[in-house]
């Protein structure tokens, strides 16, 4: 069974701080990705990283894939109150059933004004 | 249409009884899953549905879980006799083909089931 553990669990901050939230596995995953999700809602998929050693940046969030495909990184600029919510990783497994993601439990992350 | 639907939204069942959760894809995925988000426990894998093949069943956590996709599209989700352990948010997901290497998931907003 592919795990995925995410740190920080709970992360609390001030506006205009910087963060940074990791998703670590012993496993190798084809690819990963980073959904958000608020209360009452379902994730919303934030980035897919294929490569290992891949950075991706989406406005003030910047991705990284692990060179050996089995962490990443999701690291946050001057966060906004905005951007308050669940982050979860979820890798798609290698081989055959590349279709099922393994989710972490997310990092509940909190910006306050 | 637009997003994944899902209903109902919230679902109170008394324990024993059976539920049915329904979600409508997105118009053209041909793949379907679902999940369960327990607290504290994170999204668990149910089951999955790509086209006409073979649902893959082997999240599924006891013969009290069934699903089905009629035509390709709708997806039921059935719990016979409910526990009050089924209580959770229970996430249907569509994706335009099965890899998931580069196309994400677009989640549905859930039902929320809870057995007293």
């Known amino acids: 069974t592919q795990l995925l553990e995410q740190s920080p669990q709970f992360l609390s901050i001030q506006e205009g701080e910087n963060l940074t939230v990791y998703c670590n596995s012993s496993s190798v995953f084809s690819s990963l990705q980073w959904y958000r999700q608020e209360p009452g809602e379902g994730p919303v998929l934030l980035v897919t990283?294929?490569?290992?050693?891949e950075v991706k940046k989406l406005k003030r969030l910047t991705f990284q894939f692990g060179d050996a495909r089995k962490d990443s990184s999701l690291h946050i600029t001057a966060a906004q109150t905005g951007d308050t919510g669940l982050y979860l990783c979820a890798g798609a497994n290698s081989g055959g059933s590349n279709y099922k993601l393994t989710f972490g439990k997310g990092t509940l992350l909190t910006v306050n004004p | 249409g637009a997003g994944v639907s899902q209903s109902p939204s919230n679902k109170v069942t008394e324990k024993g009884k059976d539920v049915e959760l329904r979600c409508d894809p997105i118009?053209?995925?041909?793949?379907l899953y679902w999940y369960r988000q327990s607290l504290g426990q994170g999204l668990e894998f149910l089951i999955y549905f790509q086209g006409n093949s073979a649902p893959d069943k082997s999240g599924l956590p006891s013969d009290r879980f069934s699903a089905e996709r009629t035509g390709g599209s709708v997806s039921t989700l059935t719990i016979q006799r409910t526990q009050q352990e089924d209580s959770a948010v229970y996430l249907c997901?569509?994706?335009?083909?099965?890899?998931?290497?580069?196309?994400?998931?677009?989640f549905g907003s859930g039902t929320r089931l809870t057995v007293v």
């Open positions: 118009s053209g995925h041909t793949a």
């Open positions: 997901a569509s994706s335009p083909r099965g890899a998931t290497s580069n196309y994400g998931y677009t």
């Open positions: 990283v294929v490569t290992g050693g």
